[in-house]
């Protein structure tokens, strides 16, 4: 019998299994040979070695560039966009009339495709006719060029993904409502404030929907593409050249295969390693109910 139950479930897997193999783990250890290669999508693959790591880890400037600009908006937008949608659940967690309307209004910008936000943004930030500029001059300041400024055009990609932070307020509220009442029924007796049981007992309670943000967090914004390929395309003087961008121009317009696959591991390594490492750092500040730590 338990053959035969063995034997059904790979038979319903198997188109699952088959995708899998030809889609993703094919094409995962193709990169991984093409990364060791010098391959223009026409000629036949040429095997170099090493050549294309050490070009790009020594040799190719505009890659580090990316990878400060990556991290800068990493480091920025992950903890920046957490403490908003933080902020906002936690409004958004009481009981008031009308309280689901905003709810919405809040998750809505999350749902819309990033092509339309990329794109609204690029009017909003206009230089003269933007309405961020408009404002920003009804108060007597003069706004920058924003995406044509190498000074400005990275903070103006955080704020941009400040947009979508209705996903992960989503989360936090689901979380806030998951905390038994009896905790803050006890820290009222106990005479403890609204500050003090936010600190004391949500936000521990919150640690592991935190954790989650922030791994997915982390990952999203090492990835970032979309954005920088519509609005900026890593203009000006690669100012906002990241790393998946510089990837994607390097395998479809400048037709380097082999060197952006090796971009690909690279940018794998170093994902791996900081997710290691915010998996790592879990214990010191993750509670869970059962009273463990994750």
Not at 218 to 232: D, K
Not at 247 to 265: D, E, H, P, V
């Amino acid at each position: 019998m338990r053959n035969k139950e063995g034997a059904w479930f790979y038979f319903f897997i198997s188109p699952w299994l088959l995708g899998f193999s030809l889609l993703t783990l094919g094409p995962i250890v193709f990169s991984i040979y093409m990364s060791f290669t010098d391959w223009d999508l026409f000629q036949t693959p040429q095997f170099i070695g090493i050549d294309n790591y050490r070009k790009l880890l020594t040799e190719d400037p505009i890659f580090w560039k990316s990878v400060f600009n990556t991290f800068y908006y990493a480091l920025i937008a992950v903890p920046l966009a957490m403490a908003i949608s933080l902020w906002i659940a936690y409004y958004l967690n009481k009981k008031l009339k009308g309280i689901t309307f905003f709810r919405v209004l809040f998750y809505l910008p999350s749902v819309v495709p990033v092509v339309a936000s990329s794109l609204l943004f690029i009017h909003l930030f206009a230089p003269s006719a933007g309405l961020i500029n408009k404002t920003l001059h009804f108060f007597g300041i003069i706004g920058p060029a924003w995406l044509l400024d190498a000074n400005w055009v990275k903070p103006a990609l955080i704020i941009m993904s400040l947009w979508g932070v209705g996903g992960g307020i989503v989360l936090l509220l689901a979380g806030m409502k998951g905390v038994p009442s009896e905790f803050y029924e006890a820290a009222s007796i106990d005479g403890a404030s609204s500050k003090q049981a936010f600190f004391r007992i949500t936000f521990p309670m919150l640690t592991p929907v935190i954790f989650f943000n922030l791994v997915t967090g982390i990952i999203g914004a090492l990835q970032t593409f979309a954005q920088v390929f519509i609005v900026t395309e890593g203009g000006p003087d690669n100012a906002s050249q990241m790393i998946v961008p510089y990837l994607f121009q390097n395998a479809f317009r400048f037709y380097k295969m082999g060197y952006a696959s090796s971009i690909a591991w690279v940018l794998f390594i170093i994902i791996m390693a900081l997710t290691l490492i915010v998996f790592r750092s879990s214990a010191l500040w993750v509670h869970y109910e059962e009273g463990k730590n994750g």
